[in-house]
């Protein structure tokens, strides 16, 4: 059965309940985590939520299109055009001209755009571990395993 089928049965059957409805959770969870993070960030270097997704991105995945970066993060499209200006006006990101294409620019980390995520990313990797502390490996584990679960029902869904 699809996800959309199970949610139209469940809804059907039982009182919608935000507090518990999973969407929601991931969602007001997702966001506190990022807005406390940010606060790690933000007061150093000077650099927002999507700003921060935009350079994780190009530290791992380097060159990528504004529209690569949309799809990795899943952020809007506003969002990463504003992030992306900043970025190159501050110099932490730099844009070649594709070639093949002109209308195409890829993006990557500038000197700058690397030392900044070289200092940002041991916070953030610290952040996650003592976030993840009270929890022992084997519900760490267990958290990925549900979560990779989810997205495959995710991807499988063509979400």
Request: charged residues 35%; proline residues 4%; aromatic residues 6%.
């Amino acid at each position: 059965m699809s996800v959309r089928k199970n949610l139209r049965a469940s809804a059907q059957s039982d009182a919608l309940c935000l507090e518990e409805f999973l969407p929601y959770r991931f969602s007001v969870l997702t966001n506190r985590i990022s807005r406390h993070l940010a606060k790690a960030y933000e007061k150093q270097f000077g650099i927002t939520i999507p700003e921060w997704r935009v350079i994780a991105n190009l530290a791992r995945f380097a060159p990528m299109t504004a529209s690569d970066v949309v799809d990795k993060s899943s952020m809007d499209k506003v969002k990463v055009s504003r992030a992306i200006s900043k970025l190159l006006k501050s110099g932490l990101i730099e844009r070649d001209t594709d070639e093949q294409d002109k209308r195409r620019g890829q993006l990557r980390l500038s000197k700058a755009g690397k030392d900044v995520f070289e200092e940002i990313a041991p916070v953030a990797l610290g952040w996650e571990a003592d976030l993840l502390a009270p929890l022992p490996p084997e519900e760490r584990r267990t958290l990925d395993e549900i979560l990779n679960k989810i997205e495959r029902v995710l991807d499988d869904a063509g979400a």
